[in-house]
């Protein structure tokens, strides 16, 4: 706890308390962990080995994330790195009284953090996984939380329970899903992983909103479920097509190298970040002189708009020159 506050995280003493005070094990009865040679390892609370119940313990109280299910060898869910949370939940900014929508339940632990803060009866948390959701409700009880989780296409939301004043993705998104937009009540923040990155989208009405990037990288599960949304600005012309390069596949040259786009720029975090958001159609070399021309710009730079139900991706300027469509 320590490091996370001095990192910066937890400004607010309601999320200290609420940190200090949800016991994290009670969400990961088990995770698993890479093992020299490829795989995973299992380390569980009930393990008869003492060694390994001690390995158990201090990686749940380590401030890492943990991948708590496994499934052919693929992950599907996992329990965030808990400098990350607290980030995400100081800048969600809530009040007393809020409701909030949680997409990607997981393991419970983040939806109880909310429900210490928030009060049960103001938290909804949404996961596709019957059996996640279910896990989930059975560690939640365990901490002495009843929020409401629901088995369900995070998508689409939960219209049951709406409005909303708050919304948090724990899982990435090609593009913000319209129905999360509807579902909330005008001057809601919408705080959600797209690409590398987090955007803090305030909505302004019925499916618009505008907001910026934080400067914290995210990397998360993709959201499982629904359909993408519209991906293109109905009046600017994006940067693809004034570049040329719409149709263009970037090209990779071995593991992780692009082609052409010198070594050093791929080392950058802010060069990664630009490429994993509007590099799907775009040459690779073609994003690098945008990135380097611009003056190698940091995250905060980068926004996201979502206009008359379509919705973009652009550097400093909404309207301006380098504008990229998303979702599609």
Known sequence: MRQIVAGGALA????????TEVPRELFVPYYYVA????????????????????????????????????????????????????????????????????????SGYNAALLSHRLGDAHVTS??????????????????GYRPRVVTGDGALGVPANAPYDRVIATCAVPAVPAAWLAQCVRGALILAPVGTGLVALRVDGPGDGEGRFLPTPA????????AAPPSAPPSAPTSATRSG???????????????????HAQRQDSFHFLFGLVGGP?????VYELWRCAGRPD???????VRDGVQWAWLDDPDGPHTWPLGG
């Open 12 to 19: 607010d003493p309601a999320w200290l308390v609420a940190f």
């Open 35 to 106: 093992v020299t040679g490829g795989g995973r390892e299992r380390l569980w609370r009930d393990d008869p080995d003492p060694e390994r119940r001690r390995r158990w313990l201090e990686g749940v109280y380590d401030d890492t994330p943990l991948a708590t299910r496994v499934r052919d060898g693929e992950l599907v869910s996992s329990s965030s790195q808990p400098s990350l949370m607290a980030r995400m939940l100081d800048s969600l900014d809530v009040r007393d009284g809020m409701g909030v929508l949680e997409i990607g339940t997981g």
């Open 126 to 143: 949404v996961d596709l996984d019957p059996g996640i959701t279910t896990a989930a409700r059975e560690h939640l009880a365990a901490a």
């Open 219 to 226: 990397f998360f599960v993709p959201l499982r479920g629904g």
């Open 245 to 263: 390069a719409a149709d263009r596949t970037g090209e990779r040259s071995g593991a992780g190298v692009l082609r052409g786009v010198p070594r």
């Open 282 to 286: 775009l040459d690779p070399c073609d």
């Open 299 to 305: 995250r905060e730079r980068y926004g996201l708009t």
